[in-house]
């Protein structure tokens, strides 16, 4: 059974950092594209940032500079490390496993399609 889980999130203020962590179960995480996405209130999910099997990364513009996305294949594991967050950063975090192994994420990713394995997602709020 595929589960992904997702921890980290919190309150922090303006300028501090945060670490997300996603915890694959029931397949192997080197096979596939992973993403985050995020949905704040009253907005729609929001593609942040993708990372393929070989290490590359597509980040949408709101995240490029300040997020980094990581992976860790031997511990099933996918990362976000946000830095320098702002108020406008608030949203529930979800990580995403693509839907085929071995296929690269499409330049339409953000529409969340690829995906088909979402977490249960892990609220983030910053204060200004």
């Known amino acids: 059974q595929v589960q992904l889980a997702e921890s980290g999130g919190g309150p922090v203020q303006a300028g501090g950092s945060l670490k997300l962590s996603c915890v694959a179960s029931g397949y192997m995480q080197r096979s596939y594209c992973l993403a985050w996405f995020r949905q704040a209130p009253g907005k729609e999910r929001e593609g942040v940032v993708h990372?393929?099997?070989?290490?590359?990364?597509v980040y949408a513009d709101s995240a490029k500079g300040r997020f980094t996305i990581s992976r860790d294949n031997a511990k099933n594991t996918l990362y976000l490390q946000m830095n320098s967050l702002k108020p406008e950063d608030t949203a529930i975090y979800y990580c995403?496993?693509?839907?085929?192994?071995?296929?690269?994420?499409?330049?339409?990713?953000?529409?969340?399609?690829?995906?088909?394995?979402w977490g249960q997602g892990t609220q983030v709020t910053v204060s200004s």
């Open positions: 995403a496993r693509h839907l085929s192994p071995y296929q690269g994420c499409s330049a339409s990713w953000k529409k969340g399609t690829d995906f088909g394995y």
């Open positions: 990372i393929n099997r070989d290490g590359s990364a």
